[in-house]
């Protein structure tokens, strides 16, 4: 019975986070990117009805900037004096969208996933899945391109974000 495929598969895992520090160091090569920036590196894997997972490719990844919600721009307070008089008073739910140490705290699975997904899709369907299918014969699976036109993707969490998402 000939392979198929079951899935694609997207892992994405926490490169750094430069907020907290958390992740996989950088390349000396490479800048610190500024503060509150995350970067996340993607794997992307075709799952196969044999139970491998073959890489397509895991050469790229996106990082989304200085994501933290700024504070509040009320004329004649400074962000210093927001954090210290104003930030205190605040109610707890309110508090944590100002929380400027936490880019987690507005993070979910869902939006990630969806983020994840869009950084993802192709320019062009038909090219992407004549080059998914020329990428699997050279594992020695030969698949038509009506074979995985429909194949379902999905996008799984690597283990140092899926902690930072569990918190």
Excluded at 6 to 22: R, S, Y
Excluded at 117 to 127: A, I, N, T, V
């Amino acid at each position: 019975m000939p392979v198929r495929v079951e899935a694609f598969v997207t892992i994405c895992e926490l490169t750094l986070d430069t907020t907290t520090g958390i992740g996989l160091p950088l390349d000396d090569k490479e800048e610190t990117p500024p503060p509150g920036t995350r970067c996340f590196h993607l794997i992307e894997l075709a799952e196969l009805s044999d139970g491998r997972r073959v890489a397509l490719r895991a050469d790229c990844g996106f990082s989304d900037g200085d994501c933290r919600i700024a504070y509040p721009k009320i004329k004649g307070v400074s962000e210093q004096s927001f954090q210290e008089k104003i930030r205190p008073i605040l109610d707890p739910t309110i508090k944590r969208l100002f929380d400027l140490t936490n880019t987690w705290s507005f993070t979910t699975r869902q939006d990630l996933t969806k983020t994840v997904l869009g950084y993802l899709e192709p320019d062009d369907d038909e090219s992407w899945l004549q080059w998914v299918s020329e990428r699997l014969s050279k594992y020695g699976v030969n698949v038509e391109i009506a074979d995985i036109q429909s194949v379902p993707q999905q996008v799984e969490f690597g283990p140092i974000l899926d902690r930072e998402l569990n918190q």
